[in-house]
């Protein structure tokens, strides 16, 4: 079962910041927030990840809470091409019988509108 | 790079059939990954290997289902025989090792069993 909570669709208008929250409260220490986007008929894409410390790059920031219970991915600048399931992933590492599995949940459904 | 490269794009059979979804990975990706998208049940990871070798198959759903790699740069999913049930897209993806690598995604395979 996926260990992540997110709401299952938002609106956000063109041009503006799109906010994606992300609950994780039962996170544990050695466990990564991973998070992905699908856009129609297309295979999952890689958008950013992070352990405690916010990060940030070309498509996306991620800001992760002090307790690393919750966390929320920004697009800066959303444009009708960001219209896509994304969704928040907790991943464990190395050494679990779980490794390198993307146990993927309902994710948010973002809908960018003009 | 090409990126993933899955063939064929569609695939249209009768029960009973078997059907055989072909992987192409990214060169110089370690890892590969069998995942199954229905509306039902989301994205469920099937099989993943690890230099060729599988990894876990926990997510196989039953004996009609087999996953073979052959060689760094080629795998094979086998349903035989195929039921209705068994109609989703199904996606590979790599990376280039299996914990916190990030896996990309190629195109899918869109399977419909009558």
């Known amino acids: 079962d996926a260990k992540t909570t997110q709401p299952p669709s938002m609106d956000c208008a063109e041009g503006r910041a799109a906010n994606l929250p992300c609950n994780h409260s039962?996170?544990?220490?050695?466990?990564?927030v991973y998070w992905y986007r699908q856009i129609h008929s297309q295979g999952p894409q890689y958008i950013i990840h992070g352990l405690k410390n916010n990060e940030t790059n070309e498509m996306a920031s991620l800001i992760i809470t002090e307790d690393r219970k919750s966390s929320t991915l920004i697009l800066p600048h959303a444009t009708l091409r960001d219209t896509a399931v994304y969704y928040c992933i907790v991943r464990l590492l190395n050494g679990s019988s779980n490794t390198g599995k993307l146990i993927f949940g309902q994710g948010t459904t973002l809908q960018v509108k003009p | 790079d090409a990126g993933v490269i899955q063939s064929p794009r569609h695939e249209v059979t009768e029960m009973g059939q078997e059907v055989t979804l072909r992987c192409k990975p990214i060169s110089g990706h370690n890892s590969l990954f069998w995942y199954r998208q229905t509306m039902m049940r989301g994205l469920e990871l099937l099989i993943y290997f690890n230099n060729n070798v599988p990894i876990d198959d926990s997510g196989m759903p039953e004996d009609r289902f087999s996953a073979k790699m052959p060689n760094a740069s080629f795998s094979t999913l086998k349903i035989q025989p195929s039921e209705p049930r068994d109609s989703a897209v199904y996606f590979c993806?790599?990376?280039?090792?299996?914990?916190?690598?990030?896996?990309?995604f190629g195109p899918g395979t869109r399977l419909t069993v009558l």
């Open positions: 039962t996170i544990s220490g050695n466990e990564y």
């Open positions: 993806a790599s990376s280039p090792g299996p914990d916190t690598d990030t896996q990309y």
